[in-house]
């Protein structure tokens, strides 16, 4: 996806506004609030001088949700129980659960005390395993988002929008909080981020694949890559690194991207932030 026209931009930021605050939005402009989201979109979107105005009242909206969310368990709080986490294995591998309860126990066990005693034995455990580790990397992740997405120069999506969650530098991101990939070189890593950029596009499922902009959050441990989780909750660290990397990033054509995959090429805009320790 090349660079995109402010114009495009600001198509693509009304949309990510749901439809009621849309219409909050119009009327605060005094412009039409009728129809649906297409058509006040129509009549907001050549309004001169209206970017800043579209800045600041999904920043506003945004901060809302916080609120609320803060109202439910605090930063403070929410980062002293992502501590209690002691171990980080899946046990069962992301995505196959329900394969492995059909091939495992469903289809293969007769008899049904031998299937309760199986399930107790074994897949409570890993069960238990696969839903703390989502648990973690949802709420780590979401408060790396949240403190991301309250920087200055970033402007958060309001709703789901496929292939974008923030605009930085007025274009368009993915965001993506990953660890560094297995076996892949550590300090080719910190060396060439563009070229990890790249990877990480072709080596993605076939059935997540997008070609869309990224920025790239990746967590390594360089002693221990086995414990960089545990890096994720270093939010002192994450944070500090979050904050220069915006106050210094611009996006530009330099962050061109081009990758191969299904036998086609693409191009997309990345970026890449290394978190290390």
């Known amino acids: 996806m090349p660079l995109m026209s402010d114009k495009e931009v600001r198509n693509l930021k009304l949309s990510s506004i ?14 039409s609030s009728q129809g649906n ?3 006040i979109i129509k009549g907001l979107i050549n309004l001169r001088n209206i970017d800043n105005a579209v800045n600041d009242f ?10 609320e969310r803060k109202k439910l368990i605090s930063d403070e709080d929410l980062i002293k129980e992502l501590h209690k986490v ?6 069962v591998v992301q995505g196959q659960l329900d394969q492995k309860i059909q091939t495992e ?4 066990i007769f008899r049904y005390d031998d299937l309760i005693n199986g399930v107790k034995a074994k897949l409570h455990d890993d069960v238990t395993s696969y839903v703390i580790c989502t648990w ?16 200055p120069r970033v402007i958060p999506t309001l709703k789901n ?3 974008i969650d923030i605009f930085v530098g007025n274009q368009p991101f993915d965001l993506k909080t990953t660890y560094l990939p297995r076996n892949y070189d550590i300090e080719g890593a910190i060396k060439n981020p563009k070229k990890l950029a790249v990877w990480m596009y072709e080596n993605q499922g076939a059935q997540r694949f997008g070609a869309d902009n990224r920025l790239f959050v990746v967590l390594i441990d360089t002693r221990n890559p086995q414990d960089s989780w545990k890096l994720k909750r270093d939010f002192d660290l994450i944070f500090s690194k979050i904050d220069e990397f915006f106050a210094k990033e611009k996006v530009t054509p330099a962050d061109e991207v081009v990758f191969s995959f299904g036998r ?11 978190i290390t320790e």
């Open 136 to 151: 973690y990397n949802h709420w780590t992740t979401l408060l790396i988002e949240e403190h991301i997405s309250q920087h």
């Open 86 to 91: 002691k171990e980080f294995s899946w046990g």
């Open 37 to 39: 989201g297409t058509d």
């Open 161 to 163: 929008i496929k292939g």
């Open 58 to 67: 999904i920043k506003t909206q945004y901060y809302e949700r916080i609120k």
């Open 264 to 274: 086609k090429t693409f191009t997309a805009i990345s970026k890449v932030l290394l």
């Open 18 to 31: 749901p439809l009621s605050s849309l219409r909050e939005f119009a009327e605060m402009l005094n412009q």
């Open 105 to 108: 126990y469903v289809r293969r």
